[in-house]
């Protein structure tokens, strides 16, 4: 996760009342990623204690699907121990796969250790989902999307969901990011068409207590 995701989208998001998740490859905890600056531990902890959802992206940002499982395990288990050690037992349970890349046996792996997966892509769920296969709808660069996401938002049904996800948040992001207008206008047609905006785990939490 990028850091202007943790500051500027995490802003955004409660300025309409909202939370998000964000998931947290450990290993780029500090760094930078692909020039930017990542989030860092205290980017982690500030985002707990304003109730977002703190989920796993693997420690070490793997492809899932070319890796043996052995590296899986590893990579898994130490994101956990350290996403938990910091914060609590139950961060790290909705997973991320890095790029959106898995097979079946990573499908397999991952789901034992998590309550929910997602990958890229197919964002749109019709009331149910394959809970360790769950899709996503990319905001990804300045403006290009909105006439699709709009789209989508306009033909959604009742009982349906869908999950958004973008790396960052500035006005100069790059191709896996979006502006900050860009998400505050998401998020207002999403809001002006009565939809909830939550975390992944409270939204499937929802789904699962309606009748």
Not at 49 to 65: K, Q, V
Not at 101 to 125: F, M, V
Not at 186 to 207: C, M
Request: net charge neutral; charged share 15%; glycine share 10%.
């Amino acid at each position: 996760m990028l850091a202007s995701a943790a500051h500027e989208g995490a802003r955004i998001l409660e300025k309409y009342g909202c939370r998000g998740t964000f998931y947290i490859a450990g290993s780029l905890t500090s760094r930078q990623e692909e020039g930017r600056p990542a989030h860092t531990l205290s980017d982690i902890l500030d985002l707990q204690a304003r109730s977002h959802e703190i989920g796993s992206h693997g420690w070490g940002h793997i492809n899932y699907a070319k890796a043996v499982n052995a590296e899986i395990h590893t990579d898994q288990s130490k994101n956990l121990a350290f996403l938990q050690s910091h914060l609590n037992q139950s961060a790290g349970s909705s997973f991320a796969y890095p790029f959106g890349q898995y097979d079946l046996r990573s499908k397999l792996l991952t789901a034992r250790a998590h309550s929910s997966c997602r990958i890229l892509g197919n964002g749109l769920h019709r009331q149910r989902a394959d809970l360790n296969l769950l899709g996503c709808h990319r905001l990804y660069g300045p403006g290009r999307q909105q006439n699709q996401w709009q789209l989508l938002l306009n033909t959604m049904q009742p009982g349906d969901w869908l999950i958004v996800n973008t790396h960052e948040v500035e006005f100069d992001c790059g191709t896996y990011g979006c502006t900050p207008t860009d998400l505050a206008t998401f998020i207002e047609a999403a809001q002006s068409l009565g939809s909830l905006i939550l975390p992944v785990a409270s939204a499937i939490s929802h789904y699962r207590s309606q009748p």
